[in-house]
């Protein structure tokens, strides 16, 4: 095996991770903590994918254009909030996922109104452009240095904020107990519509990163939501370190299995059927690991303390 | 009241003729999800066609009905099975995907219904799944790979990185450049593709730099194709790994990369059995009527499903709507007696078109736009490879 291969495949990992964690942070606040489960989460990473790419090719400006679409998506989150998920949060969760599957439909269909159905290039200043060269064979693409920047700089200001302020205090104790929370005088209402248009946000943020790489399309979401739905069964439903644990794993099992796979298969079987079985199996190995986990550890590799 | 019924019943059995009056053709394609891009240049060209027709073929009123498939096979079949049982429509046209028209075949053909293919053409249907009751105004899924295979040899091209999607075409796509290319294929991956594909291609072109070929081949049809061509050049492969692609740089991915200034798609090429630029009067009157209501260019699966509905309405008019019998619809349509975009076009006993490939090259026209002209004709005349392989 390739040695720079290999490290290059990890950055790759890395960087999917990242995203993915992005993804997963939003989703495991708001099912961790409001007990909600919101197939929606996607819809929020397209949309913020589609504001992004309005604004960069209005102001020809991408960084402009992404602090003025951050605001743009928690608002978002906070409108669907108050609309939506205000009213479900004591039904079961069935009715959550049939309300938010409907939401996914809503907002898929406006997309499409509003920005057609071909979806949108989001084009890069210069500088993001290139590439940096490492070592002889170990080439990066300058922007997927930067995702793996913002993403982690996203994750330690998460753990900041969750685990050394009073807010992240209270959303720490929300996902302990909220009855208790709320019991204790706190606002609980503001605390549920902050998180989730916190989640929203940080929905939004993943996609304004991933759409200069993959465009801005409609749907780009679903994709997104069962793997971070992956992610967070596996890090356990409501903790953050899990998440961001979990989401490095599966983002770096999916690059690597589609990477490596076929020449794992090719030595012990013909390269025919290695080249037709590795594609199946690398689209499978996320969910082997996941029902490995449930099966072992059902509550997940770090679920939250108290529950 | 029951006498004014039985009158008003008695009126409408005597005043319908024969056969229907109105001759039903039901479109599938993707008007949501990723894929409806294409499913929306699609449904144009259809408006257009019917537009130019007047909604008439002959004397005959002609009538669409969409449905849409959802970029699932699923999805497809039930909303085939839906246009055929509960509409009742005489012709199915459409299908974008390999996959969902190989799920909705026999749902069409097996209850007498003609399906009309104006994209995908899978292996299996051009051979030993072949039927009298399917016919193709676009091509076999191998054809145009073949002829890029072809082109890699003039170029003396060595060797080959491919990938494709994991589904029927992209298979039929790899084995097409494998069979003309003469070269080495280093590598291959086949990714993950329907409605929640995969769009990232980071490992999958790390691995294609790495296996050291002279050259990239790949098969990434609508909203991937763009972001792949992004990933591509985002890496700075331009240089050391040149891309041969087909299907995947077009009408519909150019306009977006050029709002997006992304100069480096110009003077790509890719093969294809249409271009706007190609010389006849129906495709005139098609690029330009098309540019002058939807403002911009039509992709190759516009020209098809245009040339889909003008099939069925030569059809239609030759039989003058006796939809009744199948045999002369049948006979009407093997004839393809209609004005095509490409030119000349006739049947091989599979139903698959035999007709020219060209290399097409990605320039910017004299408004500024960016769209494609052909440089080269790459096969004359081309049939597919499983015709043999088709007892008709």
């Given amino acids: 095996m390739d040695p720079a291969l290999l490290v290059l495949q990890t950055i790759n990992g890395l960087q999917l991770g990242l995203l993915l964690f992005l993804v997963a942070s939003g989703l495991t606040l708001v099912f961790g903590i409001l007990d909600f489960v919101n197939l929606a989460h996607g819809a929020l990473y397209m949309l913020g994918a589609f504001i992004c790419a309005s604004f960069t090719i209005a102001l020809d400006n991408f960084l402009l254009a992404i602090l003025i679409a951050l605001p743009l998506t928690a608002f978002a989150g906070f409108v669907i909030e108050r609309l939506v998920a205000r009213n479900l949060y004591q039904r079961d969760h069935l009715d959550q996922v049939l309300a938010t599957f409907g939401l996914i439909l809503v907002i898929d269909t406006c997309v499409h109104i509003f920005w057609g159905p071909a979806g949108m290039a989001v084009p890069l200043p210069d500088w993001m452009e290139g590439q940096v060269r490492i070592t002889e064979d170990i080439v990066l693409p300058t922007y997927r240095l930067l995702i793996i920047f913002t993403g982690l700089v996203t994750a330690a200001l998460l753990y900041w904020l969750v685990n050394r302020t009073r807010l992240g205090m209270l959303i720490r104790a929300g996902a302990s107990n909220r009855r208790m929370v709320g019991a204790l005088g706190i606002d609980i209402q503001t605390l549920f519509t902050f998180v989730f248009a916190l989640g929203a946000m940080l929905a939004g943020l993943a996609g304004m990163l991933i759409s200069p790489i993959t465009e801005a399309s409609i749907g780009m979401g679903n994709n997104i939501i069962i793997t971070a739905f992956v992610v967070i069964i596996v890090g356990g439903i409501g903790s953050m370190k899990g998440a961001f644990i979990g989401a490095m794993l599966i983002g770096l099992i999916d690059t690597l299995g589609r990477s490596f796979l076929d020449s794992i298969f090719a030595l012990f079987m013909s390269t025919a059927a290695a080249e037709t079985s590795a594609p199946a199996v690398s689209a499978m190995l996320i969910y082997i690991i996941m029902a490995v986990v449930l099966v072992l550890r059902p509550q997940g590799l770090f679920p939250p303390k108290v529950r | 009241m029951k006498?004014?019924?039985?009158?008003?019943?008695?009126?409408?059995?005597?005043?319908?003729?024969?056969?229907?009056?109105?001759?039903?053709?039901?479109?599938?394609?993707?008007?949501?999800?990723?894929?409806?891009?294409?499913?929306?240049?699609?449904?144009n060209a259809v408006d257009l066609a019917m537009e130019h027709l007047g909604g008439m073929a002959g004397d005959t009123q002609l009538e669409v009905i969409y449905g849409d498939d959802q970029f699932s096979p699923e999805a497809g079949k039930q909303v085939t099975d839906k246009l055929v049982k509960q509409d009742n429509v005489d012709f199915v046209a459409g299908y974008i995907w390999s996959n969902v028209l190989l799920a909705s075949l026999n749902s069409v053909v097996n209850e007498d219904t003609f399906l009309i293919s104006a994209n995908a053409g899978p292996s299996q249907i051009a051979g030993v799944l072949c039927n009298e009751n399917f016919f193709s105004t676009s091509w076999q899924n191998d054809q145009t790979p073949m002829a890029m295979g072809e082109v890699l040899n003039q170029l003396g091209v060595k060797s080959l990185y491919v990938m494709a999607p994991n589904y029927a075409a992209g298979n039929d796509m790899v084995a097409g450049v494998e069979r003309t290319f003469q070269g080495e294929i280093l590598g291959k991956d086949l990714t993950k593709w329907g409605a929640d594909a995969q769009l990232d291609f980071s490992a999958e072109l790390a691995k294609a730099k790495a296996s050291g070929a002279e050259g990239l081949f790949v098969f990434y049809p609508g909203a991937a194709g763009g972001a792949f061509i992004r990933q591509y050049d985002q890496l700075g492969l331009s240089e050391t790994l040149p891309l041969y692609s087909v299907f995947t740089v077009d009408a519909l991915s150019l306009p977006r990369l050029q709002d997006a200034g992304f100069e480096a798609v110009l003077g790509s090429r890719t093969t294809q059995e249409w271009d706007p630029t190609l010389d006849n009067e129906a495709n005139k009157r098609f690029v330009a009527d098309f540019k002058a209501k939807y403002g911009g260019y039509p992709s190759y699966y516009g020209a098809q499903a245009y040339d889909a509905i003008m099939l069925i309405a030569s059809a239609v008019e030759a039989v003058g709507g006796n939809m009744d019998d199948m045999d002369a619809v049948r006979a009407a349509l093997k004839a393809a007696d209609f004005d095509s975009v490409r030119g000349?076009?006739?049947?091989?006993?599979?139903?698959?078109?035999?007709?020219?490939?060209?290399?097409?090259?990605?320039v910017i026209d004299d408004d500024g736009v960016w769209t494609t002209k052909v440089v080269q004709t790459v096969f004359e005349d081309h049939q597919d490879i499983y015709a043999e392989q088709c007892k008709m």
């Fill in chain 2, 3 to 43: 006498k004014t019924v039985a009158t008003l019943l008695a009126a409408t059995i005597l005043s319908s003729p024969a056969f229907a009056e109105t001759v039903k053709i039901g479109f599938v394609t993707t008007l949501t999800t990723g894929g409806a891009v294409i499913g929306n240049d699609m449904k």
């Fill in chain 2, 344 to 362: 000349d076009f006739r049947f091989g006993n599979n139903h698959m078109p035999i007709q020219d490939f060209y290399l097409r090259e990605v």
